[in-house]
């Protein structure tokens, strides 16, 4: 497991270890994978991608892991995926990102653009208009998905007014270039793809210049539950997030997960999408484990393809053509108690499009999962 707890990103990948060890811990209480325990082996990246790599290294050649579990950044999967891939390991990510990449030894248990970018523009042109600022970290996630997304609004007839990017670790002066650009602008939507600590500085910047959420509202695909708990009250109220998963929903299934993840670490640990991810794909991973018998990428590999679990957010299924999952897309706003409430759902779960073969804003993909919610 490789799980950042220092570093920018520390936040959300704490969640997302969390979330990985209570799937490990009810796997082995309900007696393990034919009757073996699943032992974790974990060590803390740092939010840097040259640990991820020296630390994969390490983990396969020396403790000799065969399964990894971790990277929330491109940037670290980017670093990560050719160790994996060179000692026929097997990595299993559990975060959204920009799509346009299929790696053979990769489970992508996050969501691809079509999944959550698609979905998000269809609301905001519906709800808000179609005029757009883009604001994004200094790597290549907000880069590309900053590129996907401008691709769709023009495609939607729409504008981009700019792009800004500012960095991984930013300054009180990256956020007054943002708040004069808004300014100048005066867009009906702030599209962000800020990731880690940033984020927080972000809402409080633009909360600070008095900006209305309700007319302008940034809307985001990485703002998630761990983000919000850094904030001030307030700061993200009005805001909107694109994800497959909400720490509100009220289905029996997520309010069973929820529930559990906050008996094991407290009433205020947050529960994001990617940690629901990472839940989920641990239990994917056990089923495999126990078919196959063995922990032989190879076979957990054709094991996977195609399988299908009852997943807090609904049923998910791996695609075997991309090693992608089948998602629920939701879209949340921020409201005064800091939760997200449901505004806009697809009745359908779709099927994973990384290289966004079917662009179109009404192009849903599939409508496979449509009456098979969890």
């Known amino acids: 497991m490789l799980f950042s707890q220092s570093g920018v990103t520390a936040a959300i990948e704490r969640s997302q270890l969390n979330a990985t060890l209570l799937a490990i811990d009810e796997i082995n209480a309900a007696g393990g994978v034919n009757g073996r325990p699943i032992e974790p082996v974990m060590h803390d990246p740092a939010s840097n991608p040259k640990r991820y790599a020296e630390l994969g290294e390490a983990l396969i050649d020396r403790d000799g892991v065969r399964v990894i579990f971790g990277c929330y950044m491109s940037s670290t999967r980017k ?23 299929y790696s053979p030894r990769c489970i992508y248990s996050g969501a691809a653009p079509n999944q ?9 042109l519906e709800a808000h208009g179609n005029r757009f600022l883009l ?49 100048k602008h005066e867009p009906d939507v702030i ?9 927080a500085q972000l809402y409080q910047a633009y909360r600070e210049a008095g900006f209305d959420p309700a007319r302008m509202p940034i809307a985001s695909l990485t703002t998630s539950e761990a983000e919000i708990a850094q904030m001030e009250p307030g700061d993200a109220e009005g805001h909107i997030t694109s994800a497959p998963f909400f720490e509100s929903l009220t289905t029996s299934s997520a309010r069973s997960f929820v529930s559990a993840f906050k008996l094991k670490y407290g009433h205020s640990a947050p529960v994001a999408a990617s940690a629901e991810a990472a839940y989920f794909q641990v239990h994917l991973f056990a089923r495999a484990l126990a078919s196959a018998d063995t922990d032989a990428p190879e076979a957990l590999l054709d094991a996977l393809k195609g399988s299908e679990y009852d997943a807090p957010q609904g049923r998910v299924k791996i695609e075997p053509e991309n090693n992608h999952t089948y998602l629920w897309p939701k879209i949340g706003r921020v409201g005064a108690d800091g939760a997200f409430e449901i505004v806009w759902a697809p009745p359908v779960g779709i099927k994973p499009d990384p290289y966004f073969l079917s662009p ?14 969890a």
């Open 135 to 183: 604001v994004g970290s200094n790597y290549v996630f907000p880069y590309e998905s900053n590129r996907v997304m401008s691709d769709l609004v023009v495609s939607a007839k729409g504008r981009v007014l700019n792009e800004i990017y500012i960095p991984l670790e930013p300054g009180e002066k990256d956020f007054e270039r943002f708040v004069r650009e808004v300014r």
């Open 191 to 199: 599209f962000s793809t800020v990731v880690g600590a940033g984020t």
């Open 79 to 101: 670093a990560l995926l050719p160790v994996v891939e060179a000692r026929n390991g097997l990595l299993f990510y559990s975060t959204l990102y920009e799509g346009f990449e």
């Open 360 to 373: 179109s804003i009404d192009d849903w993909s599939s409508l496979a999962f449509e009456s098979r919610r």
């Open 116 to 124: 959550n970018a698609l979905p998000l523009l269809k609301y905001l």
